[in-house]
């Protein structure tokens, strides 16, 4: 096991190509609270802090296909959003994380995937048990900042090494399991990643097949 500083210094160096790239750890732009250059900073904080609150208790990892422009963006956390930070503090991390968007404090950002994933987490009482985390980590954009694209298979490349260093900092071997295509065909790749097995992703109507999946398939492993 090794500390979370050489995962955080990955994540903010980014992919090697950052065309249609927003990087979380390192770019800001107006969509971020004022002072805007702070937050890169404080959303590697929060990813720190998430991972040192399941060091030791993490069992499982769910592999997700890339961070949204409302979610993973704001929080620097896979699968989760502001809301999350917001109404279930107490089972993300150990002590209150930052909040990053320009109206966080009247509207924080909400995301639907992470509110089913989280939901279902919270009902079983497993968060700090689980690690949310993405094939390609960074935020893949269309023609703009907040729109969401599929990563090329060349980018969820650049994820392999993330993944490893990201594994290097819990105490047990995690057992990973594919949230959607994307991640299940990264993992067929990855020969020192092996798949668990397959889940819904719950976007674009996958949220009931993600739940009893989830159910069915990964609680029987905690």
């Known amino acids: 096991m090794s500390d979370a500083s050489e995962f955080l210094r990955f994540l903010e160096r980014g992919p090697t190509d950052s ?69 279930k503090a107490d089972i993300v991390a150990r002590r209150p994380l930052e909040l990053t968007s320009v109206d966080c404090e009247k509207k924080p950002m909400r995301e639907r995937s992470a509110a089913v994933i989280w939901g279902e987490l919270e009902r079983a009482g497993c968060a700090r048990e689980v690690v949310l985390w993405n094939a390609f980590p960074w935020h893949p954009y269309g023609e703009t900042v907040t729109s969401n694209r599929k990563p090329r298979n060349k980018e969820v490349e650049e994820g392999r090494d993330a993944l490893r260093a990201l594994l290097r900092c819990f105490t047990h071997e995690l057992e990973i399991f594919a949230v959607g295509k994307v991640a299940e065909q990264a993992l067929g790749r990855w020969e020192e990643a092996e798949c668990a097995g397959y889940i819904r992703h719950p976007a674009q109507g996958g949220e009931a097949k993600f739940r009893s999946q989830f159910r069915e398939l990964v609680l ?3």
Not at 40 to 46: K, V
Not at 57 to 82: M, Q, Y
């Open 220 to 222: 029987p492993r905690l």
């Open 19 to 87: 065309r249609n790239v927003f990087n979380p750890w390192r770019d800001h732009d107006e969509r971020d609270r004022v002072p805007r250059r702070a937050m890169p900073g404080r959303r590697r904080d929060n990813m720190q802090a998430y991972i040192e609150a399941r060091s030791r208790t993490a069992r499982v990892l769910l592999l997700g296909e890339a961070p949204s422009h409302r979610g993973c963006r704001f929080t620097g956390i896979a699968f989760c959003s502001e809301v999350e930070l917001t109404h």
